[in-house]
């Protein structure tokens, strides 16, 4: 590798949009069922959105600030390219948008507007509009006597020009209650069609009926939205509790500044420019041309009113063979470790386990982290009965869960209620970690089991998200724990592990330590390789070890789903590096790493992704897996993935998600592949 300090990097930002786009392409994938793709263009414009409320506002922070350079990057120059890349991806959108509809009408299914709707349903709308509609509508008039109203980030708007002369107009902004309101509304069917109205046509057809007492002669109506930035500013006032810092914080988020301003590219150039001078967006803002409606989130959520194969089948989660019919989930961790692989086995094994410690009258303890959880919880519902069962429950939760710390405030104060001990984090740091630990005391035996995993405690989740756990009484891995759990009682003593890799203490440490022991082997001629499995790469100091591993011979294989900032294949750096990355039907979301040491293969799994933050400032925890049955399964996993031709693309410095392809004839889709596998394991 060339001795200067550069080397081939792609901003994360941009890599991130790039991952964004695959999931455009699933939208655009003809063998993906047609409601689906629907829901791929949601998941599409959620992620969008979430990424202007998190990156682009702490960008244009930076660039308001006039910080010409972060590394080697201009974040005035990053912000441009964000918004091109934007404004491309939001055509393609449309364009799927629009093909989507036309394939719905081949399946009889009509999405109808106000110019469009049948006199059949004419009826029903009025009914609708008036019973459902009407009484959540909140019209405010613009003139120069009152403020621009602040919009709401999660919300969009209908800005409507009402022309009553040549020389007379009024302005007025309409918030589609789509948070209140379905967002779609199946209206009866017509023979053998079906037919489904937005919301915000239901409004458009009535709004001559809105602004009745106006005798205008001509009505517009245009979508706007704002995107709102989401991070949380928190004080240091020492005299207000966690809690009353993050409630107080959020109540800041819902009224914080813009950073995107979307509205409909067919909006007049004279009203836009009203609206934007009223609404008086910063000259860093992202003005954003879109399409006729906005928050396509909700299309996550599309109704399917047609046959059942429009939709992927719900595989039911498979029992976990050494679990299925057990009496003790602890008996048959006393057996031997073993490994939960979501969501094509069932995540209610961890809800078993909670419940089975909850009255098993020997366990006297248990202590998890929590990060995020479901609405309804059971794993909270859980601890809460091990506490009424006079156990010892300690729970470590993140209010700083992005997006989830109302739904954390409202947990932490619930377990509180019940008299479960719960301790917020560790300062200075974000836990990620997902640990369970159990104690159970028979006569003067002492025995801990671990849960270490990849994914949250969360059991809609699980359900989707691709993720693996391992369960464990091995004493080098549980005493480890315990020690990370000392940690959240005041323990600033620097800490020792010899098997975990926890973070900010030693993963550095050790992932660094496993990559060189691959050079170095690989410089005395023995066999070398890594296969690695992450959500993201990002920290450059790795990204660095990595092209020096190529150089050095050694083989890489990443999968690596969201944003990769190493680029492969490039002459003198990373020739020997190949990058895939799958979307599919699950999020892939578990981090699993296999290194060769000279054919001794070692095996981890990780909360972390290779990410500076990950690494150094949080909580993240992974440990070796020491069972040789349980290796094989990761490895399955792995080369499964690896193989993958339909869902896999190639990451390069192209960017341009080329899916990857074989001479073979059999298809391989690893996600379906992997439901088969563990369907007929008998043994993990």
Not at 637 to 650: E, F, G, M, V, Y
Request: net charge positive; proline share 4%.
């Amino acid at each position: 590798m060339p001795k200067n300090n550069k080397f081939p990097i792609v901003n994360r930002d941009l890599s991130w949009l790039s991952f964004n786009e695959r999931v455009l392409q699933e939208a655009e994938d003809c063998s993906v069922p047609l409601i689906d793709r629907f829901r791929f263009l949601g998941i599409f414009s959620n992620n969008l959105d979430e990424f202007y409320r998190i990156r682009v506002a702490a960008n244009k922070r930076l660039v308001e600030l006039k910080i010409k350079t972060i590394g080697n990057d201009s974040p005035k120059i990053i912000q441009q390219q964000i918004n091109k890349k934007s404004i491309s991806l939001q055509n393609k959108f449309e364009v799927i948008y629009s093909s989507l509809l036309k394939e719905l009408e081949t399946e009889n299914i009509f999405v109808v507007n106000e110019t469009t709707l049948p006199t059949e349903h004419v009826e029903f709308v009025d009914d609708y509009f008036e019973q459902i509609v009407r009484p959540t509508l909140v019209p405010i008039m613009l003139n120069n006597k009152a403020p621009f109203p602040k919009l709401k980030g999660r919300s969009i708007y209908f800005a409507v020009k009402l022309t009553v002369s040549s020389k007379k107009t009024e302005y007025a902004i309409i918030e589609i209650p789509s948070l209140v309101t379905p967002r779609f509304i199946v209206l009866p069917d017509i023979k053998d069609k079906k037919y489904i109205i937005l919301l915000d046509d239901i409004i458009r057809f009535k709004l001559t009926s809105i602004f009745a007492i106006f005798k205008f002669t001509k009505i517009e109506a245009y979508t706007i939205k704002a995107t709102l930035d989401a991070e949380l500013d928190i004080d240091q006032d020492i005299s207000q509790s966690i809690i009353d810092k993050i409630s107080k914080s959020l109540k800041t988020r819902k009224s914080a500044s813009p950073v995107r301003f979307v509205y409909d590219a067919t909006m007049p150039k004279d009203f836009l420019k009203f609206i934007l001078t009223q609404n008086k967006p910063h000259k860093s803002d992202s003005i954003i041309p879109g399409g006729r409606y906005h928050n396509f989130k909700d299309f996550i959520n599309f109704p399917n009113v047609g046959r059942p194969e429009l939709k992927n089948e719900k595989k039911k989660p498979l029992l976990h063979p050494d679990l299925k019919n057990k009496i003790s989930l602890l008996a048959e961790i006393d057996k031997k470790d073993i490994l939960i692989n979501y969501p094509y086995q069932t995540f209610n094994h961890i809800i078993d386990l909670l419940r089975e410690a909850a009255i098993d009258p020997k366990v006297t303890s248990i202590k998890i982290n929590l990060y995020r959880v479901a609405k309804n919880s059971k794993v909270v519902n859980a601890l809460i009965n091990a506490a009424k069962n006079g156990k010892s429950v300690t729970v470590i939760i993140e209010l700083f869960a992005r997006f989830d710390e109302e739904a954390n405030i409202h947990w932490s104060n619930k377990m509180i209620d019940e008299g479960i001990k719960v301790i917020f984090g560790y300062p200075g740091l974000k836990v990620h970690s997902k640990l369970i630990l159990i104690t159970k005391k028979d006569k003067n035996q002492v025995t801990r089991y671990a849960h270490i995993g990849t994914g949250n405690f969360h059991e809609l989740n699980a359900t989707i998200y691709a993720d693996t756990s391992l369960l464990t009484k091995d004493k080098r891995l549980t005493e480890e724990v315990y020690k990370v759990f000392q940690l959240f009682r005041g323990s600033f003593n620097q800490p020792r592990f010899k098997h975990l890799l926890v973070s900010p203490f030693n993963s550095r440490q050790k992932i660094n330590g496993l990559i060189e022991n691959e050079i170095k082997n690989a410089i005395a001629g023995k066999p070398a390789y890594m296969m690695v499995k992450l959500n993201n790469l990002v920290d450059q100091e790795i990204i660095k070890k990595l092209y020096q591993a190529s150089n050095a011979g050694v083989k890489i294989q990443l999968i690596v789903r969201g944003i990769c900032s190493l680029i492969p294949g490039v002459k003198n750096y990373s020739e020997n590096i190949e990058v895939i990355s799958i979307v599919d039907q699950f999020l892939e979301h578990s981090r699993l790493m296999i290194f060769c040491n000279e054919n001794n293969e070692l095996y981890y799994l990780t909360s972390a992704d290779w990410m500076s933050r990950n690494i150094d400032r949080r909580i993240e925890v992974g440990c070796p897996i020491y069972d040789k049955t349980l290796q094989k399964t990761i490895k399955d996993i792995i080369t499964l993935q690896l193989s993958d031709n339909k869902k896999a693309r190639i990451i390069d410095k192209e960017q341009d998600n080329k899916y990857k392809t074989f001479a073979q004839k059999i298809t391989i889709r690893s996600q379906q592949e992997l439901y088969l596998y563990f369907k007929k394991v008998k043994n993990s």
